[in-house]
């Protein structure tokens, strides 16, 4: 009888197995590991003596749109081209002169943290090993540093985009009492949550996952040094009553996304408190301030949120992606996710024995990333007060940098700094120069310098030149250089504008 493919494991051997296979193999994985780590220290060394950003050629795209070979480069060779093509160009946020969006700037323990985590390549959904009873610990951190108590809950994620969904999706359960969960959002009268115009766009995107719809958001103008306005926040929510709609939440800001503006959290809280409402807090710019006695007054009514997200990545400088959901009520957060099913069911003994975590009951993922090794290496190798200290650092540099514009009568503040955010224009003080466009000027030509970067922004429809201070290597030297650049770039282009 003649016989098929061989489909036997003698037809395959050991080469299935992706390993190296000889000893000199493991040799030049070794030496590849250690030119990694050397290049990465080197390029650290240097930090602020080159550009922050260099736009990514197109040698380099083409470069990198090829298939990969059916025989492998090897280990060095692969890693010598990475270095070449993908190292040298990313967004520049390790640099201490990238200011735009509000970007963190990692940190190499942390780097070191995310390097161990990888080597294990665990799936931290559940069970009875290190990295979740490691996550556990992390959360008990935030837990007890954020006043919370001890029945409240937690968990790791990408990022507080991801964290605001799983808060609005809790607050949505408490208020349709499960129903959601088992009959859908056609057993329920249209839900409604609430926020300020300057709150982030994660929210209206949650809205939309969650099945509310952008209708369901009720986006309320803000104030105009862009906080939350809570008399218009209540009236709104008594309207809709009325209308027949459904209130369930209000979302406060620990930071906005625009310009760093503290929404009133305590004022918020009662608010939410008065009407029976959930009370998110997003705190991706700022929340971690909080962690600062300096800085904590700033943030009343923090701790008496129903849930709180923020990201570790940004001002926790850890490496991306790492963000935190904190909920007060543990038992609501594990009861609008979890699903009893099983192949997940807990054993007597073994990884998922009785008592061992169960992160999965927590959110709507299986398969989840160890991120608490590198928050843990982080706090543990640096210390949680050399963190904090970022934080009033950075808020002092805000403070520094607005009194240095203060003080140029061509430079003028465009918002009042709460925290870590500062927007400001060149003034154009000659009538055939418009101040919108002189603005966007001055920003592509720091932009092409690709020393200093900066993220678009409007305060009051016009253009601005944002600053947003959540790196840890920035200094006064660099802020005064960039006050000096755009003063040049400023006055240039007004010399070169044409008769008005």
Not at 122 to 139: F, K
Not at 463 to 487: D, F, G, K
Request: proline letters at 6%; hydrophobic letters at 45%; one cysteine or more.
């Amino acid at each position: 009888m003649s016989q098929g493919p061989a489909t036997t494991i003698e037809a395959f051997g050991e080469n299935a197995c992706l390993d190296p296979r000889s000893a000199e193999e493991w040799a030049a994985l070794e030496r590849a590991g250690r030119r990694l780590l050397e290049h990465t220290l080197e390029r650290y060394r240097v930090l602020g003596d080159r550009p922050a950003y260099k736009p990514v050629p197109a040698r380099v795209k083409q470069a990198l749109s090829e298939a990969p070979p059916r025989a492998g480069l090897g280990v060095e060779a692969a890693l010598e081209r990475a270095l070449e093509l993908v190292a040298p160009h990313g967004p520049g946020n390790i640099d201490p002169r990238f200011w735009g969006w509000v970007l963190g700037a990692g940190n190499l323990p942390g780097m070191l943290g995310q390097w161990l985590a990888t080597s294990m390549n665990a799936n931290v959904w559940a069970g009875d090993q290190a990295p979740a009873w490691l996550e556990l610990e992390v959360l008990r951190w935030f837990r007890d540093w954020f006043e919370f108590p001890e029945t409240s809950s937690g968990l790791l994620l990408e990022g507080t985009s991801s964290a605001n969904t799983l808060a609005l999706a809790i607050a949505r359960h408490r208020a349709t009492r499960g129903e959601v969960a088992r009959r859908g959002l056609s057993s329920q009268p249209p839900l409604r949550l609430y926020c300020s115009t300057a709150t982030h766009v994660s929210i209206v995107k949650a809205a939309q996952l969650l099945g509310l719809g952008r209708d369901g958001v009720c986006l309320v103008p803000a104030r105009a040094d862009g906080r939350s306005d809570v008399a218009a926040l209540e009236r709104a929510i008594v309207a809709d009553r009325q209308a027949g709609l459904e209130p369930f939440c209000v979302v406060g800001s620990a930071g906005t996304v625009g310009v760093g503006a503290l929404d009133p959290l305590l004022e918020l809280r009662a608010l939410s408190a008065r009407h029976g409402l959930w009370f998110h807090v997003d705190g991706a710019i700022g929340a971690l301030g909080y962690l600062s006695p300096e800085l904590r007054p700033r943030f009343a009514g923090l701790p008496l949120a129903d849930s709180l997200a923020f990201d570790l990545h940004k001002w926790g400088q850890v490496p991306y992606a790492c963000g935190c959901l904190m909920v007060r009520d543990g038992a609501l957060h594990r009861a609008a996710f979890a699903v009893d099913t099983e192949y997940l069911s807990t054993t007597d003994t073994g990884l998922t024995c009785h008592g061992s975590p169960a992160f999965q009951d927590l959110g709507p993922g299986l398969s989840r990333p160890d991120r608490a090794s590198k928050v843990w290496m982080t706090f543990m190798a640096l210390g949680s007060e050399r963190v904090v200290r970022v934080f009033e650092a950075n808020v002092a540099q805000a403070r520094w940098l607005a009194e240095r514009i203060e003080r140029e009568p061509q430079l003028e503040l465009a918002n009042a700094v709460d925290l870590n955010i500062v927007c400001f224009r060149y003034r154009a003080r000659t009538g055939g120069v418009d101040a919108g466009p002189l603005q966007e000027r001055i920003a592509a030509e720091l932009r092409a310098s690709g020393l200093y970067v900066l993220s678009p922004f409007r305060v009051g429809g016009v253009p601005c030149l944002r600053v947003a201070l959540s790196n840890h290597r920035t200094r006064t030297e660099h802020l005064e250089a960039l006050v000096q650049r755009v003063l040049e770039l400023g006055r240039r282009a007004v010399e070169e504008a044409p008769p008005g």
